[in-house]
């Protein structure tokens, strides 16, 4: 414990019991997430494309942990809001524990970034933050700058899937090739805290794949 647990100690996020901001007691009764197809959003066996949907989304996969509701819903609000480090680290410790079962080896892990403006205002990339560390224990390379947001994109909160798709139209570019980023990676994950439409993630895979990326799996938190 350091001196700051010591004048502002840990409670759960939902209970409010000291110790953790994710106690094991409320985290138990969180959902896991519907694994779904990147392309039509239908069921979808390990969140694999089916294959009439090549042509919807460069996504070959999707790997969604948990629902977005409860101590992680919680959980991913007070990283935004409250700037706790330490909610990043419970995170990411527990999808680590879940995404150990997934034959992933040999992957480039991509977060999607946050247009530097809003950075700045909120001092980090939440993104960045969890998927950091979910790839130094999932012994993934950490690729935190391939991509760059280049429109200060207004939240998708109320927005219709028209108008989110119209509001994220080319926001990302890459900021640099590398081609040894393609050669020695089998899987580029492209990472998010919260996948919704998935118009995001998928306008930031669209710039993956012209680059050249193959196989891109789209990774979430929460949905």
């Not at 090549?54 to 996969?61: D, E, F, G, H, V």
């Not at 207004?154 to 989110?164: A, E, S, T, V, W």
Request: a positive charge; glycine letters at 6%; one cysteine or more.
């Amino acid at each position: 414990m350091d001196v700051f647990d010591i004048f502002f100690p840990k409670k759960c996020l939902e209970c409010g019991r000291f110790g953790k901001y994710i106690c094991n007691n409320c985290f138990s009764k969180t959902e896991q997430a519907f694994a779904i197809c990147p392309g039509c959003g239908n069921p979808s066996r390990d969140g694999l494309r089916h294959s009439y949907c090549k042509y919807k989304t460069p996504l070959n996969r999707l790997i969604l942990i948990w629902k977005y509701s409860g101590v992680v819903r919680k959980a991913l609000i007070g990283l935004k809001f409250k700037l706790a480090f330490s909610i990043a680290e419970e995170l990411a410790n527990r999808a680590v524990t879940q995404l150990q079962t997934i034959q992933l080896a040999d992957s480039l892990l991509v977060p999607i970034p946050l247009h530097p403006r809003r950075q700045n205002w909120r001092g980090f990339n939440q993104a960045e933050e969890i998927g950091k560390i979910i790839a130094s224990k999932m012994n993934w390379v950490f690729e935190p700058k391939l991509l760059k947001r280049i429109i200060d994109t207004p939240h998708q909160i109320g927005l219709n899937k028209k108008q989110r798709l119209e509001n994220i139209s080319e926001a990302f570019v890459l900021r640099y090739k590398d081609p040894s980023l393609i050669t020695y990676n089998s899987s580029l994950i492209l990472f998010d805290d919260v996948y919704t439409t998935g118009s995001t993630m998928k306008e930031a895979a669209k710039v993956l794949k012209k680059a050249g990326f193959d196989n891109i799996v789209g990774l979430a938190v929460a949905s």
